[in-house]
């Protein structure tokens, strides 16, 4: 009988694992047709895989400027939305005031304005500070974008540490800075990291404002994938291409980090 | 070096031009060239964005014929003077140059133009036992459509714009009800949208497509349309003449030796019944590197451009309809067996006189004020929700009528 | 100097009173002994002595200076949390040096110290490791570590032992003992075991309710409890509670009736006590007998529950409804359902009055005044 | 009352950074865009700026599309979140249990969160769901079914299908961490009470996921009420109206018209509409957000 | 019938064996506890009888039927958890009720059974709570009572007083034993509790490293243990041992020479002893007197640290170098640093030998085959 179980969980797990899977599994596949072959009906399953498509892709644009500034964005944006968001929540956890909970619903609701409300005033206010197609300015943006959900995920994580390490800190004649640098940051590792990471991939994936506040200099992967989305002509296998080469990092750090994204949401988020 | 910003469409004309301005980098070593390259609907509202709020991110911008003159209008754009000696203006057709001026002024230099015309298949046109006019009418359109359609093959008798959206369907309809007789709005700025011009060609635009048409006609564009067509999945396709030098290439045609091309069709009237439209570089005034990117679009629409296309990548691909000299150039009516065709179709198209009836605005397609870009869109919305099945045709057009009272009034054309 | 002043020390949360004016001598070198129901305070005094919590009234001095606004880490305090809250990601090394190292104390120096606390707690051979590969028994030590090595006036332990198993307990137990004989330090102490608080304190301090209830060495409150609550909360098992009622007062103290009629005379001051009075008398299951005793009051009742520890024996026995324990010799072949005789000594009850306050006894127990580990 | 005072005082400077910034973040914008919705104000035709009263508003509550995208913002929400959460649910149930691959196959299976929003709308559109060369069109007609028209006929849901496969592995990975987190003692308890899967799923499991359910419900829909990029690139908010959102309304107005003015009013609207929902949802997590809690 | 018998029971995770071949036969109404150091399978041995953990090798049989292969909910029997293990978002009606419901038991009798077993557990009143909103002694009755509404034939609790304060264990100890005497139903309970090991159990199984080290009644296991392990293990504080050399064989017994050089005559089995043989002696804290005494031997030391519970006394003595327990009497005044003789009674002595088993005694004390509660 449990054998049984086994083998139907198995096939269950396999087939429902494939299934989400598939559209980019397909995706990839496509990637290494000819447009031709891309577009055939019955769908080709074996072929000749060619590397035109991403010859064609590179030749289009600087894929890895494009990269560079994906990474430099996300990484930036979280290392900034963490900075100012680890000591609020630390405050938050462990100075609680009766306005606390308060001030979190509060922080969750500034993220409920729709980007295309606000959109003309802040190019407005990037344009005259200079921000506009700038590293800096994107990240500056996103930061502020997911700073709530930060604040919010620490919150949760930090709420696990016992508070008596801090105060044994505190005994021990630490300030509320080492408190937070020595004790509670290697601590709350993992929902920090796991936190980061989400972070990582919210503003990997964030395409309005990335298209709109920049040009060229700062234009990460999603500025990217918009020159292919439907240019003149057969492109599915181009698209296929450009769209795997955009996904492809945020995938590869994705899977590696898959167990810590599990262990952080499991020490923290829900309990 | 100078950096000079170029925002471009992710057509294939301007992807080639990016690959060759290689060459005009190494002839100009000060300057650089930065390429930002979206799909035509993000790039016009990044665009706009950009040069409404005088932010100055770019200094050469894609534009067509209808954003020239109002951007133009707004003292937006840097009006093109100083050409080198050897440009020769005068070799840049006349209604092209035009559409791309404002009180006399020239603000941007074309880059290719088209109008539209009708391609079909001939192998398919045999099949049925009929032939195709050169210039044939909607009913001759109607008929080949029903002998052409082959479902179980995946064959469509008509492939026609069902996207929404003033470029898109809007841009054929236009011309289709400016051939039945109808117009955007009467002397006095008045939608005629509940016309009933407006009804017979739209009914017919809808009945075809639901009889002929592919599934998803409703959500095709232009892109989806060539992409069906070069599969071998269209009978007939009424589109930008710049399509014909990818259905042309064997390379990315299933169906290049079997492609025919016609005029646009007509109805009652042969005026607007097919449009104009270029695609042209211009420099915003707010650009700080004004005489490089002057210079970079003189070289970008020079007559030696359109040679090293010709050269490099095909005389297929050289690119349309801007100048005299192309047409003129016997390796490239070899390769476009359709060039004279198109050079017609362009010369004929007149944006001042596109309607049976008078009407206040320039622009066979389009109407060139700034607020038909929103009024084109939910027209074209609403049609599309007919075609679709969602509303009906009376409905969609009420709502189109109402619609682009509602914004005329607020734009204080109406009372 | 290291004594504690505590004067009229109260603690409020929002509107929530739960400190309710606690005066307190600690003389330098003290070990004392909070004990308390749950809920009673006893963490919130530790912690406001430690600076974690802020006085909402009141003084604290430690040697003869007010410390109310001084910051935690400059009292020359150490604290020993219950959950020994060791930093998890330093070795037992850095734990211990940790507070030197925000001292800015020279590296060598803290080795050298560090060195030393590992020697006297037999930590030398663990220093690398960090708490989670450590038992529970080492843990503990590396926390009265940490403690040591800022060489404290004072040391607080919050319920130190509470996660540990009995025998480590009984371990741990002798070994703060010992400490406190060689640092000389003052302790304070939180624990709701009772033999930690009998056997470890000079003084132990009875909470309930944010307030004093009694405050005395370990066999002052076992002989001589002030209430009836001080007198149920020490000794294990708990002290059985007889209602009994006045029937004579004389020079031998006061005469009492108890359930069943046979009578006791209790060694205690009989002012304000009339006959006919309704009391409570108190004693204690170690110092009831199984069978009747010429001089004794004498109880009748029958075995509910026997249970043998080996070397002693409860008997739990029912005497007109109530249940009595007797603790009796591991040897005893009492069973359940026997019927039994309790000699009932009336020189070691004790007699409480209707608010639960304690009669005065005439005598003093001789061991009552006895520090902890001073011969007699 | 005076620890929390001045402990509070002390540790202002932490908290304030965060504060501020997204004070001003929310502030600024929102007050110039109060400013706008007053104004009339065509990016296109900058010279007939002027004060409009709340013309804006009136422009924008008549609009017939209005109604609609209040609609399908409801619906989509809605939706999407029926989805994630019972298929999310239903997947961590599935991937708590031990079976030879697991690892692999929760990899592939939360790869959809890593894709862009416009990747996956590309994707989906071009090769799973075109009507002609996708392959669910063959799909269908290797069976001999007539292909379905997904964005014309079936607009809305397709929208949803698209979302949802986005959003499932993220309520996946939550539930699945917080399965994982109930006390298997719970579990075998009830299995000595003689709980059969079933049983044991809706009367133990369920009710265990409550509070991470509505944890995913508060996240996702912060993100599921400003969905842009899949419904631009599928559907362009139709045929007609049928799968324009509020966003995407308010998109139309700014960036397809540039009518500043109304795409304000637009904003201040979906603010107005994102608080509302956004105080029924948090009501519900609130006692998770509590210092207490 | 409600009979369990382990026979040969084996249990392995991959490659550990955990439970090494367990015998164990425990009659129908049999109170059994299982005792002994963590990690030694208790906790184990308790599923695999409630059907949670395979079997890897061996045969369990309940009332004569072999169940190795019966789900757990088949077996008749119910456990009670450590963490209690109550369903946190339903009320205490429903926690008890909800085996029932699924048994598909008609309401009306769920709630006969609930409001009953509610009654017997004092928890009538609570029945509308949520388990958050209940004490740990009121958990504990839930978790108890989820147990009794499925009228089990067997009962197993894991450690189920383990996360109480110690006034509430004895409370919860007596009403457990006393509900075994009500329901008469088989009861396994694991505890590392010794207070709870004596008193509650008919049978105490003392198991280490998955092996049984020894079945029998608490006071057989106090005065007859058959190795040091369980000598030590059972009784608190912990037996002393003493390293001792044979100095003769008699009638009476081995006679071993202490540290000290005085000689005691301890009445075990001469079998297999010889002269000049070392040998451990294992004297409990209870059974040595301060003080010389004739027909005893004699220890000499120094005493290290007095604890004072008020009933009775701990003096912890150094005896050439090692610590002996002693526990005195409550008023004895021995201090620390005073030097004291202690009395060794060869005849409550146990000997081992160099492989720690106990020599077997001559007489069985009188009250190692006596059933928890009946009389003698
Ligand atoms: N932040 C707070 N706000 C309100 N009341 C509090 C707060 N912290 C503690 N209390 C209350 O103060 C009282 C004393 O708590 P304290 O921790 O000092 O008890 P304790 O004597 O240490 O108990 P235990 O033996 O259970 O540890 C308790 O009733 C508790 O509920
Ligand atoms: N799934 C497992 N895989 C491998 N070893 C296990 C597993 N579960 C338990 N063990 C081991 O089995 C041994 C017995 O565990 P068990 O829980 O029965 O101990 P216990 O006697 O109940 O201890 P405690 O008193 O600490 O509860 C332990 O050494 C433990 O490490
Ligand atoms: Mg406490
Ligand atoms: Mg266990």
Redesign the interface.
């Known amino acids: 009988m449990r054998a049984n179980n086994t083998l139907r969980t198995t096939v269950l797990g396999w087939a429902v694992a494939l299934l989400m899977f598939f559209p980019i599994g397909w995706m990839a596949l496509t990637a290494f047709k000819t447009e031709l072959q891309a577009v055939s009906t019955p769908p080709v399953l074996f072929f000749k895989p060619t590397l035109e498509n991403f010859a064609a892709v590179f030749e289009r644009g600087d894929y890895l400027k494009f990269t560079l500034n994906s990474v430099l964005v996300s990484f930036g944006s979280t290392f900034l939305a963490l900075a100012l968001a680890v000591p609020a929540a630390y405050r938050m956890v462990f100075h609680p005031t009766p306005r606390t909970g308060s001030t979190l619903l509060w922080m969750l609701s500034t993220k409920m304005m729709p980007p295309v409300g606000v959109l003309v005033p802040i190019y407005l206010l990037f344009r005259d500070a200079g921000l506009l197609d700038t590293v800096t300015g994107l990240v500056i943006v996103y930061a502020l974008m997911n700073l709530p959900i930060v604040v919010w995920m620490l919150y949760t994580y930090f709420k696990d540490v016992p508070r008596e390490i801090l105060e044994a800190g505190r005994v021990d004649g630490a300030s509320a800075w080492q408190e937070v640098q020595i004790l509670l940051l290697p601590l709350a590792w993992p929902g920090i990291a796991s936190t980061g990471l989400l972070n990582v991939i919210l503003a990997w994936n964030e395409a309005f404002w990335s298209l709109n506040l920049t040009t060229s200099k700062a234009a990460p992967l999603t500025a990217f994938i918009a020159a292919f989305s439907s240019p003149e002509g057969l492109f599915w296998a181009k698209l296929s291409a450009a769209s795997l080469l955009a996904i492809a990092p945020i995938l590869v750090v994705g899977w590696f980090s898959q167990k810590q994204l599990v262990r952080g949401l499991t020490f923290g988020a829900v309990k | 070096a100078t950096t000079v910003?170029i925002?471009t469409v992710?057509?294939?004309d301007m992807?080639i031009m990016?690959?060759l301005s290689k060459q005009f980098e190494a002839a100009n070593p000060d300057i650089k060239l930065?390429?930002?390259?979206?799909?035509e609907?993000?790039l016009r509202?990044?665009v706009?964005?950009?040069i409404?709020?005088?932010?100055g991110?770019?200094d050469v911008l894609t534009i067509g014929t209808y954003e020239a003159p109002?951007w133009a209008k707004?003292g937006w754009l840097a009006e093109i003077t100083g050409l080198p000696a050897d440009y020769d203006l005068d070799d840049v057709l006349k209604p092209v140059r035009d559409g791309l001026s404002y009180q006399g002024k020239l603000y941007a230099l074309p880059f290719y133009a088209e109008s539209s015309m009708l391609f079909y298949r001939k192998d398919l046109v045999e099949k049925a036992g009929m032939t195709m006019p050169e210039q044939p009418t909607y009913d001759d359109v109607a008929k080949l459509a029903e002998k052409m359609t082959d479902k179980a093959a995946?064959v469509y008798g008509i492939c026609l714009r069902g996207?929404?959206?003033w470029g898109e369907n809007m841009a054929f309809l236009s011309t289709l009800i400016n051939t039945y007789g109808g117009q955007w709005f009467d002397e006095k700025w008045t939608p005629t949208i509940d016309s009933p011009e407006w009804k017979k060609a739209v009914g017919f635009y809808i009945e075809l497509l639901k009889k002929y048409g592919?599934?998803?006609?409703?959500?095709n564009?232009?892109?989806?349309n060539?992409?069906?067509f070069?599969?071998g999945?269209c009978g007939m396709w009424i589109d930008a003449t710049s399509?014909a030098g990818?259905l042309y290439s064997k390379a990315?045609s299933?169906v290049a030796d079997k492609t025919g091309f016609a005029r646009a069709p007509v109805a009652v009237t042969p005026k607007g019944s097919h449009w104009l439209w270029s695609w042209a570089l211009g420099i915003p005034a707010t650009s700080k590197a004004q005489p490089e990117a002057r210079k970079f679009i003189a070289w970008a629409t020079s007559k030696p451009y359109i040679e090293r296309v010709g050269k490099e990548v095909g005389w297929a691909s050289a690119p349309p309809g801007t100048r005299a000299s192309t047409y003129a150039n016997p390796n490239y009516v070899a390769a476009a067996p359709f060039a004279d065709f198109v050079l017609k179709s362009i010369n004929e198209a007149n944006p001042n006189d596109a309607t049976l009836k008078k009407v206040p605005y320039t622009g066979v397609q389009y109407v060139g004020i700034?607020?038909f870009?929103?009024i084109g869109?939910?027209v074209g919305?609403?049609i599309?929700?007919?075609?679709?099945?969602?509303?009906s045709l009376d409905d969609?057009l009420k709502?189109g009528q109402?619609?682009a009272t509602?914004a005329m009034r607020?734009?204080?054309y109406l009372k | 100097m290291a004594a504690l002043t505590l004067r009229n020390i109260h603690k409020r949360y929002g509107g929530v009173h739960i400190i309710k004016g606690v005066d307190l001598d600690i003389a330098d070198g003290e070990f004392v002994v909070f004990v308390g129901p749950s809920g009673c305070g006893k963490s919130t005094l530790l912690r406001m002595i430690a600076g974690l919590e802020e006085i909402s009234e009141g003084d604290l001095a430690i040697g003869g200076t007010r410390v109310n606004d001084t910051p935690p880490a400059e009292r020359g305090i150490a604290m020993v949390f219950q959950s020994y809250a060791l930093y998890p990601h330093m070795s037992v090394r850095d734990n211990m040096g940790f507070a030197l190292r925000l001292a800015k104390v020279p590296d060598a120096q803290i080795k050298a110290k560090v060195d030393r606390a590992a020697q006297l707690l037999h930590l030398d051979q663990l220093l690398e490791r960090k708490p989670a590969a450590l038992s529970g028994g080492q843990r503990q030590r590396v926390a009265i570590g940490r403690a040591i090595v800022r060489e404290p006036k004072v040391f607080l332990f919050d319920e130190p032992l509470s996660n540990l198993d009995a025998s480590l307990r009984v371990q741990m137990r002798i070994e703060i003992a010992r400490m406190h004989e060689r640092l000389g330090a003052t302790m304070i102490y939180v624990t709701h075991d009772q033999v930690e608080a009998m056997t470890m304190a000079d003084k132990i301090v009875v909470l309930q309710g944010g307030v004093v209830e009694q405050v005395g060495s370990p066999l002052e409150l076992y002989h001589h409890p002030r209430n009836r609550f001080v007198a149920g909360f020490i000794g294990s098992p708990k002290m059985n509670f007889l209602a009994c009622t006045v029937r004579a007062l004389g020079a031998q103290g006061v005469s009492v009736e108890l359930p069943g009629g046979s009578r006791v005379t209790v060694p205690v001051d009989t002012a304000g006590v009339q006959p006919g009075q309704p009391l409570t008398l108190g004693v204690r299951p170690e110092h009831l007998v199984e069978g009747e005793r010429a001089g004794s009051g004498t109880l009748n009742g029958q075995v509910l529950v026997v249970e043998r520890l080996g070397g002693s024996t409860f008997l739990y026995v029912d005497v007109n409804g109530e249940t009595l324990t007797l603790q009796v010799d591991g040897n005893s072949r009492t069973g359940v359902d026997d019927r039994v005789a309790i000699a009932v000594d009336g020189a070691v009850c004790q007699l409480f009055d209707a608010t639960g306050v304690a009669l005065t006894r005439h005598d003093r127990h001789p061991l009552a005044d006895l520090g902890r580990h001073r011969a007699a | 009352m005076s620890q929390t005072l001045d402990s509070s005082r002390r540790t202002l400077p932490l908290v304030a950074p965060s504060v501020v910034v997204l004070f001003l973040w929310m502030i600024v914008p929102l007050a110039m865009t109060i400013y706008f919705s007053l104004l009339r104000y065509n990016l296109l035709d900058p010279g007939s700026r002027g004060f409009a009263g709340i013309d804006n508003f009136v422009f924008l509550l008549t609009d017939p599309a209005f109604v609609t995208s209040i609609w399908n913002t409801v619906v989509l929400v809605g939706s999407v979140l029926i989805l994630t959460v019972v298929g999310g649910t239903l997947m961590a149930v599935l991937f708590d249990q031990e079976f030879p691959g697991r690892g692999v196959a929760r990899v592939l299976a939360i790869a959809p969160f890593f894709v862009m929003p416009t990747v996956a709308a590309l994707v989906w559109k071009n090769l799973m769901m075109h009507p002609v060369n996708g392959l669910f069109a063959w799909l269908l007609s290797s069976i001999g079914l007539e292909p379905i028209d997904w964005f014309t006929h079936y607009p809305m849901l397709s929208v949803i299908l698209i979302v949802a496969w986005q959003w499932i592995p993220f309520a996946f990975l939550i539930l699945l961490t917080a399965i994982q987190s109930l006390d298997p003692e719970q579990k075998e308890a009830a299995r000595l009470d003689g709980a059969s899967g079933l049983e044991l799923f809706r009367f133990i499991i369920l009710p265990h996921l409550k509070r991470a359910i509505s944890v995913v419900v508060m996240i996702e829909t912060i993100f599921l009420l400003s969905v842009f990029a899949e419904i631009r690139i599928t559907t362009s908010g139709g045929p007609g109206t049928d799968t324009t959102n509020l966003t995407y309304l308010v998109f139309q107005f700014g960036l397809q018209q540039f009518d500043i003015g109304s795409a304000s009013a637009g904003g201040i609207v979906a603010v107005v509409l994102a608080n509302v929902v956004a105080f029924f949802l948090v009501r519900s997590v609130a006692r998770e957000l509590k210092p207490g809690a």
């Open positions: 910003t925002a992710n057509n294939n992807i990016q690959r930065d390429w930002v390259v979206l799909e609907n993000v509202q990044r706009t964005t950009d409404a709020t005088k932010s991110q770019f109002i707004q995946g996207k929404p959206g592919p599934p998803g006609a409703a959500s564009g232009f892109n989806e060539l992409a069906l070069a599969s999945k399509a990818k990315e299933q700034p607020e870009q929103s869109t939910q919305q609403a599309a929700g007919a075609l679709a099945g969602t509303t969609a709502v109402a619609a509602r607020q734009a204080g």
